[in-house]
């Protein structure tokens, strides 16, 4: 799986790209730690989809996760 982290979130991951390999499906909160991560702050996408971070994931998605931008 294929993990692109954009904007200020990537100080709370510590990455910008990376490549995850695993086994079947895993919940994404299981493969990324979000414990320290301001969630309310963050837009998850997977496979150019709107997601959450209790989305189920495989091997072969591909996900971004970055900023909630908003203006006025």
């Not at 299981?30 to 150019?48: M, R, S």
Request: hydrophobic share 45%.
């Amino acid at each position: 799986m294929k993990i692109r982290i954009i904007g200020f979130v990537k100080k709370y991951f510590g990455f910008e790209e990376k490549e995850v390999n695993f086994e079947g499906k895993k919940r994404l909160d299981e493969i990324l730690d979000f414990t320290d991560v301001p969630i309310n702050l963050l837009a998850v996408i997977v496979n150019e989809k709107a997601a959450k971070i209790d989305q189920e994931v495989e091997n072969t998605d591909k996900v971004i996760i970055t900023q909630i931008v908003a203006g006025g």
